[in-house]
């Protein structure tokens, strides 16, 4: 989990670096001024915007391929944590532990348990 926990933050990390920096691009092309017969530089600017557009779609797929690699490991951590009753609270001098386990999830939840492995 930890991997993909990191190759989430890196990705993150190269969305935020990749829009801050072509952000930063288009504004000093955007404020250059621009003669009626520079054609070459509103070319340049159109192959530009086409360019951030896919690097924003490959993005976003590598975001949803993320996200779709996430959900079979929540529900194997899910499946897993289903088998575990976790207790907190006990005093550590307790001598029979599972006997005063019992005793507790018999009151408490009004069960009648007797033993448990």
């Not at 952000?23 to 159109?46: F, H, V, Y």
Request: net charge neutral; proline share 3%.
């Amino acid at each position: 989990m930890a991997n993909i926990a990191k190759v989430l933050k890196t990705q993150q990390a190269l969305e935020t670096k990749l829009l801050l920096r072509m952000n930063e691009l288009e504004g000093k092309w955007n404020s250059t001024p621009q003669s009626k017969d520079d054609g070459s530089l509103t070319q340049l600017r159109q192959e530009f915007r086409d360019f951030k557009s896919e690097v924003w779609a490959v993005l976003m797929l590598l975001r949803d391929q993320v996200s779709q690699l996430l959900k079979p490991i929540d529900d194997i951590e899910m499946r897993h944590r289903k088998k575990y009753l976790l207790v907190g609270g006990i005093p550590e001098t307790i001598e029979d532990l599972n006997k005063f386990i019992i005793c507790l999830l018999n009151s408490k939840m009004d069960l009648d348990l007797t033993s448990f492995n």
